[in-house]
């Protein structure tokens, strides 16, 4: 059953570590953009929404005929927060309102709809306001923020992400752990460890 919930898919960014747009790496079938965003429609939630900036054109593209709603940020140089800032100002513009998002970014090529769901299980279990994916010793995304956080989301810097959020109200964070979502692919080293990895295993 779809909660009211949506899914953000962060998908802004230019890669330049990566040196080509991550978005559009091949990871098996799917690029890693098209494997997360087709998780989160997979998902319970009730609707997902993609933020784009950076080869806009391409990652439009890659999403064709998918039940999503883009959203185009022009200031994606500036940093993650404006991705963030954009997308929950489209979010608030939707009725009927939605109780809580989901935040995700597209380099995390472990995450599931199964993690997305738990994520869900857990906010509806306890009523938490915060629940975010647990590894490497810390909190991060996959997270969700109840609408309550919506206006800290939407005014975060433009240099931060939802990180930021998660630490500074950690006493009233559900965790729940998820150690494979550690792995994103942000440079070319990155990726070779993960396909030597995920070869060494298939």
């Given at each position: 059953?779809?909660?009211?919930?949506?899914?953000i898919?962060?998908?802004?960014?230019a890669s330049s570590?990566?040196?080509t747009?991550k978005q559009?790496?091949?990871?098996g079938?799917?690029t890693?953009?098209?494997?997360?965003v087709?998780q989160?429609?997979?998902?319970?939630v009730?609707?997902t929404?993609?933020?784009?900036?950076a080869?806009?054109?391409l990652?439009?593209?890659?999403l064709?005929?998918?039940?999503i709603t883009?959203?185009e940020?022009a200031r994606?140089a500036?940093?993650m927060?404006t991705?963030?800032?954009?997308?929950?100002?489209?979010?608030?513009?939707e009725?009927p309102p939605?109780?809580?998002?989901?935040?995700?970014?597209?380099?995390?090529?472990?995450?599931?709809a199964?993690?997305?769901?738990e994520?869900?299980a857990?906010?509806?279990?306890?009523?938490?306001?915060?629940?975010a994916?647990?590894y490497a010793?810390?909190?991060?995304v996959p997270?969700?923020?109840?609408?309550?956080y919506f206006n800290?989301?939407?005014e975060?810097?433009?240099?931060?992400?939802?990180?930021e959020?998660?630490?500074?109200?950690?006493?009233?964070?559900?965790p729940v752990?998820f150690?494979?979502a550690?792995i994103?692919?942000?440079?070319p080293?990155d990726l070779d460890?993960?396909?030597?990895?995920?070869?060494?295993t298939?």
């Open positions: 059953m779809k909660q009211n919930i949506a899914a898919v962060l998908a802004a960014g570590r990566m040196g747009p559009l790496l091949r990871i079938p799917n890693l953009l098209r494997h997360s087709e989160a429609i997979a998902s319970a009730r609707a929404f993609v933020v784009i900036g080869n806009a054109a990652t439009t593209t890659e064709n005929a998918l039940p883009l959203i940020n994606f500036e940093g927060g991705s963030i800032s954009a997308s929950i100002q489209a979010i608030e513009r009725e939605f109780d809580a998002v989901v935040l995700l970014t597209c380099d995390q090529p472990n995450v599931s199964a993690l997305i769901d994520l869900l857990e906010h509806a279990r306890s009523g938490a306001p915060l629940v994916s647990a010793g810390t909190l991060g997270a969700l923020f109840a609408r309550e800290a989301l939407r975060l810097p433009a240099d931060k992400g939802a990180k959020i998660l630490m500074r109200h950690r006493d009233v964070v559900v752990p150690e494979p550690a994103d692919l942000d440079t080293a460890q993960f396909t030597r990895r995920r070869g060494a298939s």
